[in-house]
């Protein structure tokens, strides 16, 4: 029971009605779900007795992990109604049925279509969503740092944004977005989990961390495919898809599913990494997809007791990626230790430091990316293999 701050003596003290308390609860949303509780129908009872409310939620889950959660953020919108002086959260757990309702009112019809096929609500062409393929021909050149901090401005910028961490095999987005535990599941529907603004599923979350992912392709199509089509992921406006190195079966089959997708390509400025970032560039031309933009990671080093830039890796290689390519060179990332710091601590560089010339340089390709995001009705580009 919370009891808020007493009203002065002789004040007169309205009391509340059941119409406050539900617009009140109707600001409360499930912070797995998003959506508001009242909508969801967790609101299972309101009593008020003068200024004393109670409510029964019902969980969608029993030992939801967010309950906690919940009954702060219930507590805290009735307290600001007008006349409430006490404030009881009772929790309770749904039950099957009503579970399959909020699952189909969640889904809204997507998951399964009639005949039980499987339907990718971001391959639709009513999909607001902009899907972004984040690649790199090999491994080292920084693709997951770039897609976490890129992640994160675009959540800064008042975005929608989740990431898809498609790298089966070398997963690390949860740590470098800083997020533990396992992901809720109910009625075939898996709730995303969240950091910094933003939403992220990974294999990372159902397979033992000590163990390596030995999957060959049609594990990692069925894999990648529940990922795109069970999760919850809301109303978003961008989608990353931090894919593994090269142009193995992950990639293939994300452009099967989503031939609408757009590319980036991560490169460092040395010529061997340039020329495999290309080939993995060029697979869009099979699939469907397009290179949007080239960023080149680790282009320049300023020494921090002269203030000297240096070109450890050389210079050239995005430029001349993205001219191959017939695109752009979006940005150019300076070498800063904090990056690496940050991918191990769990907090990006664009969220501990803004200002850093690496944490600017990603908000530009975060306001560049908000600024070209159109809808994709009308580009339907099947596969061509």
Not at 111 to 120: D, E, R
Not at 142 to 153: E, M, P
Not at 209 to 216: D, G, H, L, Q
Not at 306 to 334: H, K
Request: proline share 7%.
């Amino acid at each position: 029971m919370t009891t808020p701050p007493t009203t002065p003596l002789g004040a007169c003290i309205p009391v509340p009605t059941t119409e406050q308390v539900m617009a009140a609860l109707g600001t409360v949303d499930d912070p797995e779900i998003g959506r508001p509780i009242t909508e969801l129908d967790m609101v299972d009872g309101v009593a008020i007795d003068g200024g004393a409310v109670t409510v029964d939620v019902l969980l969608t889950v029993p030992g939801c992990p967010m309950k906690d959660t919940i009954t702060r953020e219930v507590t805290a919108a009735l307290t600001r109604v007008e006349g409430v002086t006490a404030v009881d959260v009772r929790l309770g757990s749904m039950t099957e049925q009503q579970r399959a309702k909020v699952a189909e009112k969640v889904r809204g019809g997507a998951g399964k279509a009639p005949g039980g096929q499987v339907v990718i609500p971001f391959a639709q062409t009513d999909s607001r969503t902009k899907v972004i393929a984040i690649a790199s021909g090999k491994g080292g050149v920084g693709k997951s740092s770039v897609t976490t901090n890129l992640a994160v401005a675009l959540a800064q910028q008042g975005q929608s944004v989740g990431v898809l961490d498609a790298d089966v095999w070398g997963y690390s987005i949860p740590r470098m977005l800083g997020v533990e535990g396992r992901p809720v599941a109910f009625n075939n529907m898996v709730m995303p989990l969240q950091a910094h603004g933003v939403k992220v599923i990974s294999i990372g979350f159902f397979v033992d961390a000590e163990k390596p992912v030995i999957w060959r392709g049609p594990m990692l199509h069925r894999a990648l495919q529940q990922f795109l089509a069970d999760v919850h992921w809301g109303d978003l406006d961008f989608l990353l898809c931090d894919l593994p190195p090269g142009t193995g079966d992950i990639a293939i089959s994300l452009a099967q599913m989503l031939p609408n997708a757009d590319m980036l390509v991560v490169t460092t400025p040395q010529q061997a990494a340039q020329r495999v970032a290309l080939r993995a560039g060029q697979m869009t031309a099979q699939t469907g997809m397009r290179v949007t933009g080239v960023i080149e990671n680790m282009a320049t080093f300023v020494a921090p007791d002269t203030g000297t830039e240096y070109r450890i890796f050389g210079e050239g290689g995005g430029q001349l990626l993205a001219a191959e390519l017939d695109t752009e060179l979006w940005a150019s990332i300076p070498i800063d230790p904090r990056l690496r710091e940050g991918s191990d601590s769990g907090t990006p560089l664009v969220a501990s430091d803004p200002d850093a010339p690496a944490s600017q340089r990603f908000a530009e390709v975060a306001q560049r990316l908000a600024k070209s995001r159109t809808s994709l009705v009308g580009r339907s580009l099947p596969l061509k293999f």
